[in-house]
């Protein structure tokens, strides 16, 4: 699938999950009783909480940057932190509007980040596959300990029970999977080979392909000794997991704070159902099954219904609230990120341009 291919798709899954989430609305829950919360909430207090959320999901980021930063830097990469910051950016925009592909935001990052480490792939891509374990690994130690608290202090159903067991053994697997083939140099070595064999079918000319073999056999050697120094020295992972939280923390932020905006002050005592319903939004948008939008608002609405007793309506505005930040306020700034870093590429290369023409004068 081509990326002008998997666009469109985004797109169109993209807009029949929000015009689907929409019609839940209208049907199941009512704009008249969503409108009601609102007319009754204090408008300046409203304004002010939810402004948090904005200023909760940038900080939720920069500490997200930041746990790649420290791998980089494990690592001996030399890169910004500013430019972690905005290639992270540009990757979970990519994630966000491109969930038909699992790994595009990854991809991304690698590619811009290429300039900036000349020949270091391997490592470049053992910091990125250590920061999506670790980003996993926290959402799944969230998960465990959330889940298990509710399972203990709450009269849980068992339908409840089964279905956070196999999200959570879901994620596990993705960990355990990510941790083989980072260890095991011959099935990394196996899956190298098969993807060569696939682009063997694009590419004909033989001393290009055996060259392409050659670098990538070079690439997965260098990322192996990457991978070795993490498990040699495992505190090193310390910062990173301490960011990686940090950041986990601060998006749940947002989920509080458009409760506690909506006029729910007791929200704060419920921390345990809403870090379960986190922990799972985070879990169903990781599959790639190209429902951006539609398919985690319901799940989010039926667990809020479920866990904390709330009215449809709060729950229906709440959900569509956080969303709004924690899903298309990064799109936007992912999107002018893009421009951003388009328009000083440019820049550069007509600069370029004139330099070279006024030596060659």
């Excluded at 000319?205 to 050659?214: P, Q, R, V």
Aim: charged letters at 15%.
């Amino acid at each position: 699938m081509n990326l002008q291919m998997s666009f469109k798709a985004s797109v169109a899954f993209m807009l029949a999950g929000l015009l689907g989430f929409i019609l839940y609305l209208y049907f199941f829950v009512g704009f008249n009783s969503m409108y009601e919360i609102l007319e009754k909430i204090n408008p300046f207090e409203y304004s002010f909480y939810y402004s948090l959320t904005i200023a909760a999901i940038l900080v939720s980021m920069i500490f997200y940057s930041m746990t790649w930063y420290e791998l980089l830097k494990v690592l001996s990469l030399n890169l910004s932190l500013r430019k972690a910051f905005l290639y992270s950016c540009v990757g979970n925009f990519v994630d966000l509007v491109l969930p038909l592909e699992t790994v595009s935001g990854e991809l991304t990052r690698l590619y811009l980040i290429q300039q900036d480490v000349k020949n270091d792939v391997g490592r470049a891509v053992a910091s990125l596959v250590y920061h999506r374990i670790i980003s996993i690994s926290t959402t799944l130690i969230a998960l465990i300990a959330s889940s298990l608290y509710l399972i203990i202090a709450y009269n849980v159903r068992m339908d409840i029970i089964l279905f956070l067991s196999t999200v959570a053994i879901c994620t596990a697997a993705t960990i355990i999977l990510l941790l083989y083939l980072s260890l095991n140099e011959r099935a990394a070595e196996r899956t190298v080979n098969l993807l060569i064999r696939i682009v063997s079918f694009f590419i004909k000319n033989e001393e290009e392909l055996a060259s392409l073999k050659e670098k990538a056999i070079s690439d997965l050697s260098v990322f192996h000794r990457a991978v070795v120094s993490f498990g040699r020295n495992p505190r090193i992972l310390a910062k990173p997991f301490l960011y990686s939280y940090l950041s986990w923390f601060s998006q749940l932020a947002v989920y509080l704070l458009v409760f506690y905006a909506l006029g729910v002050p007791w929200i704060f005592y419920c921390v345990p159902q809403m870090m379960v319903v986190f922990s799972i939004t985070l879990a169903v948008q990781t599959i790639p099954m190209g429902f951006p939008v539609g398919l985690v608002e319901l799940v989010m609405t039926y667990l809020y219904n479920i866990l904390l007793g709330t009215s449809p309506a709060m729950n229906g505005l709440a959900t569509s609230l956080i969303r709004i930040v924690t899903f298309w306020l990064q799109i936007l700034v992912g999107f002018l990120i893009i421009q951003w870093l388009g328009i000083r590429r440019i820049l550069r290369t007509e600069s370029f341009r004139e330099k070279r023409n006024l030596v060659s004068e």
